[in-house]
Structures are given as C-alpha cells and as structure tokens.
C-alpha cells in the first residue's frame, strides 16, 4: 500500500479514537469541564502533560532545531525540561492545594484583588493566544505535508476536530485524549529513531548511539565536528552563543515554562497533593523520553546530511533528497556550475526561504530566484530531519504514516490545550468573577462551551492569517510567562509579605519591560531599527533570553513595592499557612 | 497541627528544596553552561562531558530531582501527619 492510503487509514482511526474518547468523557458540570472533575491519576496526568506539553514544534522541530544548531540547541534542551523541576518543587504542590481551577484564580484570591485577577487574565490570554495561533498553523502545516491538502483547509480539519471535543469533553475530553495522543506520538517518534540508531551505529538506545562509533570506529560526534569544522562550521558540539545568552535563555524557557498557564492548570486536576508533584515527575519522565531522544536524531541526520551531499554530483542524489526538493524543503543552486552539491556555512538564498520559480535547471534540479551571494548552494528546512528518517532509514511507508499521526497528535493535544485555558479564562475568570457572581453551574458550563467555540474560532483565524508575531512565538510567550506568573505564583507562596501593591506592579514591571524588549529587538515595531540590532542588545541577551531579565525587574519591583506598603490582611496570610500544609486539598477543591 | 509544628514541617520542607535546587543549578547552569568548556576536556565515551550534560544529563538529573522529592515528601508529610 502506498503511503498516501496508509496516511488515511491511520490518521483516521486516531481521529476516531480521540472523538471516541471525547463522546465517552463528556463534562457534566464545570468542574469537570475545568480541572476533569480533580479526579484523573497522577500516571494519567502525567501521560496527558506530556502531551499537552509536547506541540508539533517539539515533535517535527526540536531534532531540526538542535542538527543546525549543535551545542546552543541544549537551550531547548534543558530549559524546556528544567522547568518542571520548578513546577514540581515550587509551584505544583501548593496550586494543587490552594484547589481552585485557574491560574488567576490564584493570583486574585492571594493578592486580595481583582486587578491583578485583571493583570493575569490579560497576561494568560495573551500568552495562550500566542502560542496557539503557532498550533493551528502546525496543524494545517502538518497535514499539508501528510495529506497533500492545502495548509488552511488542513487548519479547517484541525479545527473541527479540537472543537468537538474541547466543546463536549472540556478537561476531562481532553485529558483523555491526550492520554492517548501521548502513547500516538511517543511511538511515533521512537520507532524510526531507534531504527536510525541502528543503521548508524549498531546501538538500538538512541540516547547512547550517538555517543558511540560507527562501522569505522571513530566516534560519531568527533565525525560530525570534523566534518563540520573543515567545511568553515562551527563544531557540533561548541556552539556559537555567547556564554551569558545561553544562560539567561535557558533560564527564560525555564520560567516561562514553570508559568505557562496551559500548563499549571493541568495540576490541578489530580485529587490529591502529593498527586500533583508525582503527577510533574511523570510528566517530566515521558517527556525526557523525547527530549533526549531529539539530540540523538540531530546528531544522526546532520552526519548523514552531510556524508551525503557534500560534493555528491546531483544526478547521483538518493531519492529522497529529489522528493523533498519537489515539496520545497529542499533547494540546490548549483553557484560554481560543477554540478554537485556544496554545503558551506551562511544561507543559501536571500530571504529565509526559497523562492520556487517554474521550471527546471541544467540538471533537473527546481529553479530558485532568490540564490544568495554566499557559496553554500544548498537550502536544507530543518524540519526535515524528523520528516524523512523514516525514508533516509528505509522504513516501509506504515511507519511514515506514523509519523503524520505522531505529528498530528501533538500539533492538536498542545492546540486543545491551550484553548481550554482560553475558554476557562473568559467563561471562569471574566465572566463569572467579574460580572456574573451569581450564575448557576449550569449557566456557566454553557458559557464555557461557548468559550471554546469562540476560542477555536479565534484561534482558526490566526491559523490562517497568522500575525507577524507568530515566528516570535518563543521569546514571546516563555518570555511573557517568566517575567509575569512564575515571580507572581512563586512570591505568594513563598512569602507570607508579599501584599496586593508588590505583586500587581511587579507584575506590571515585568510585562512592560519584557513586551518592551522584544517590540524593539525582535519585532522591530518601536525604536529606530539601526539601534535595535544584536550589537545593541543590552548585556548581549538576546530577545529569547530577556524574559529572565524581565523576571528578575519583577522580583524586585515586587520586593521594593511591598516593602513601603502595608502588609496582606489576616485571612489572606492564613490562606499562605494553609496552602503550605498538603493536607485537606480533597475539600479545598469544592467551593 | 500547631504552629510550631507547621514553622517546622515548613523549615524542612525549604531545607529540601535548597539541596535540590541546588544540584538543579549545577547540572544545567553549572556543567551544561559555565563550565562546559572545562568539562569538555573530558570524555565519556564518545561524548565531550559539558555536551553531554547540556544535551542529556542535566535531563536525566531534572527527572531523578523530581522523584526524590516525591519520595521525601512523602515520608516528611508521614512525620508530621499531614499526608493523605
């Protein structure tokens, strides 16, 4: 069977699974609706995380990101697991305890007010928003690539099915289905990887394949910096950051995951609080399984890229080199006219993308009308890496089908996700605690279906016209979460001082300065763009990095501020005590 | 439980967490980031030391961090009686 067929029927019973799933878990009131009634196991709310977690940026573009990156890779690497030893330690136990169902939830009730309840929302959509606008783009990218549809109509697909069943199951249809979206995608990505392993090195365990030697005894990472120093790169294993900017960006992600709401909120809803910390060391485990396999795989196909093409004359090019070139993740310019491949360092072509014209070159290869003036004739998208192993590693095609399912399943569990934050934000935070106090279950749980729907819609549109910002997803997000939420979450628990007049300008301090820097280095929206170049950045932290200065402003506007005000009334300070002591949480969650 | 129970359930509970955030900081900021260059002096197979703590090790010592807090807390929340 080709791959085409394979890719339906597999796609297709997952669809059917995950709406199976959905029909089964349907939410009968809005606690099971926000945080799965409290009732899902440590094990599951591990699984479901995991997947949360794990968007098709981390599936299709971790191992890119880190085979064109090398050593500054690792910032993804540990900044994206790291965080969770925050959540586990820091912030998991305690939110669990304190038992409401969102992030401002918290915030509103510890700082006795409602504009930082204000603050937050704002803050939560913002970044939920950010990020899942990146997600439906995925989604319609994912089946564009599988399905041979266009990227909106894949959009469309994806969007009808997170709508069914965020808008029947919320929480609890969603849990489930990321349960099963994790076991989908973990397999996924594992079988060819380990395959890949195999055919490199002999050693089936990726994670210990790529530190040993292939069939010629030497290393394969010695290889990969050899090969990569002589054609002018810099080793693999080195790195171009600067020291500081890998350290103030691995913190940025660090925090920023520890404070991203779609996260948080997934720990409120296992019953117990030593469930929430077991449940976060579930989470970090499943998801190590693949961030310490990306590395392998990175290291895996940058040596084999580069074994192969370098100087290999065009006509001679295994096949799947000409398949993905048609797909335009592939382009070749042949500058010194000797007909075989170059691969050198700078871009290829001007621009971040080729620019396909029709027809066809001297030697068959797709013309491009945006060649560069470097000599690296060769345009490599670095979602490759993950998309053709299975085909590099001569997989047969139900395991390429896999991997679309595998790309499928965390583009929508992280998009589905997210847009339950979103809806709890505006059905939970805005609407019931602000204007209608007195709604009844019944009202709300309508308006929080509603919500979603509204939220998919939005969502939708972002998908299909994505905002300039989209590309910023990163710095933006991570940045805006470590610079708001986790000094917020993080102050109130650890200390009983911190009053309503800290937090909210620390809060403020934070977003201003963090929104700040990323408008003028990253978007280059405000400020004259000559100055706003990586030579001005301020103590060479880079946009992605910032969000750890932005926290440190918040920490300490936070502390001033609240050091000249008066401190949290009694009641507010009892909720710290209790909050700190694990038990009772069951009766906390009913209120 | 009173209140010095709780100061102390509360002291021991910080202690914890100074430890492990402590090994936290030196696996990834520490051997993953400052002192890659020095470690990468040293092999581990076919892996430079630093690169493999910034690349897989800092992973696997987050995961172990997490599960020995677990299983301290647990046992702390049985002395203090507060467990569930």
């Known amino acids: 069977m080709g791959i085409q067929t394979w890719t339906f029927i597999i796609v297709g019973i997952t669809f059917a699974l995950y709406i199976g799933i959905a029909i089964w878990s349907r939410a009968k009131s ?22 949360d977690w794990m968007s098709a940026a981390s599936f299709l573009g971790m191992a890119g ?11 993804y690497l540990m900044g994206w697991t790291g965080g969770y030893v925050l959540l586990a330690l820091l912030l998991a136990p305690y939110l669990r305890k304190f038992g409401k ?34 997600q439906m783009r ?13 990227v909106n109509t894949g959009v469309y697909i994806g969007m009808t099915v997170v709508l069914f069943y965020a808008f029947l199951g919320g929480m609890k249809g969603i ?53 990569m120093t002589e054609l002018g790169f810099t080793a693999y294993t080195d790195g171009t950051k600067s020291t500081t900017d890998v350290f103030f960006i691995t913190a940025a992600l660090m925090m920023g995951t520890a404070g991203l709401p779609h996260v948080i909120i997934r720990f409120f809803t296992v019953p117990k609080v030593k469930d929430a910390r077991k449940s976060a060391g579930y989470a970090l485990l499943f998801i190590a399984i693949l961030y310490t396999t990306a590395p392998a795989i990175a290291v895996f196909a940058r040596t084999n890229l580069m074994e192969t093409v370098q100087d290999t004359p065009y006509k001679e090019i295994p096949s799947w080199f000409t398949k993905w070139e048609d797909t335009g993740l592939i382009a070749w310019t042949d500058k010194n006219g000797d007909g075989k491949i170059q691969y050198l360092p700078g871009s290829a072509v001007e621009g971040k ?56 399943a965390a583009a929508l569990s992280t998009a589905a996700g997210l847009l339950l934050v979103i809806s709890t934000s505006i059905s939970h935070d805005l609407i019931k605690k602000q204007f209608a106090r007195d709604i009844s279950d019944k009202k709300e749980l309508l308006i929080a279906r509603l919500s979603a729907v509204l939220a998919v819609i939005v969502a939708g549109y972002f998908g299909i016209n994505p905002p300039g910002f989209v590309a910023s997803v990163v710095a933006l997000a991570f940045g805006l979460a470590a610079s708001s939420f986790f000094p917020a979450i993080v102050m109130g628990i650890f200390s009983k001082r911190m009053n309503r007049e800290g937090a909210i300008s620390g809060m403020i301090a934070g977003l ?35 969000g750890t200065v932005g926290m440190l402003v918040n920490f300490a506007v936070a502390l001033v501020v609240s050091g000249f005000t008066s401190p949290p009334p009694e009641n507010v300070q009892e909720i710290v005590e209790n909050i700190r002591i694990p038990s009772g949480a069951g009766d906390a969650a009913e209120h | 439980m009173d209140a010095s129970q709780r100061k102390k359930y509360w002291r021991e509970n910080l202690k914890y967490l100074s430890i492990l955030l402590t090994i936290w900081f030196l696996v990834s900021y520490g051997f993953g980031i400052l002192l890659v260059d020095e470690l990468n002096t040293i092999r581990l197979g076919g892996f430079k030391l630093g690169f493999w703590f ?4 800092s992973i696997y010592v987050f995961v172990l961090l997490i599960f020995v807090y677990v299983r301290l807390m647990n046992k702390l929340d049985k002395k203090y009686e507060v467990n569930e």
Do not use: H
Request: aromatic fraction near 14%; proline fraction near 5%; include cysteine.
């Open chain 1, 30 to 51: 809005t606690k099971e609706f926000y945080i799965a009634g409290g009732g899902v196991s440590p094990l599951a709310n591990g699984l479901a995380t995991a997947a």
């Open chain 1, 65 to 75: 990101i880190i085979a064109f990156s090398g050593y500054d890779g690792s910032v």
């Open chain 1, 101 to 134: 169902f969102t992030v401002p939830d918290f915030i509103g009730d510890r700082y006795y007010s409602n504009v930082a309840r204000t603050v937050a929302v704002v803050a939560a959509l913002f970044v939920s928003f950010t990020y899942v606008a990146g």
């Open chain 1, 138 to 150: 995925g989604v319609g990218v994912v089946f564009s690539r599988f399905l041979d549809v266009e």
């Open chain 1, 175 to 227: 849990t489930y289905t990321q349960v099963a979206q994790y076991c989908v995608l973990i397999f996924a990505f594992m079988v060819p990887a380990i395959f890949i392993s195999l055919m490199a090195t002999g050693n089936p365990i990726p994670q210990l394949g790529f530190g040993s030697a292939g069939e010629d005894g030497v290393y394969l990472l010695d290889k990969l910096d050899g090969l």
């Open chain 1, 353 to 408: 993308k080729p620019e396909f014209v029709e027809g066809r070159a001297e030697y068959g290869q797709r013309k491009i009308s945006n060649p560069s003036m470097t000599a690296n004739e060769l345009y490599v998208d670095r979602d490759i890496t993950v998309l053709a192993n299975p085909e590099i590693a001569g997989l047969p095609n139900w395991i390429i089908a896999l991997v679309a399912a595998g790309g499928l």
């Open chain 1, 512 to 546: 201003a300065i963090t929104t700040y820097y990323i408008a003028r280095f990253k978007l280059q929206w405000i400020g004259n763009p000559e100055t706003s170049t990586a030579k001005d950045w301020w103590f060479g932290i880079s946009p992605e990095g910032f």
């Open chain 2, 54 to 57: 910034a690349q897989q090790g």
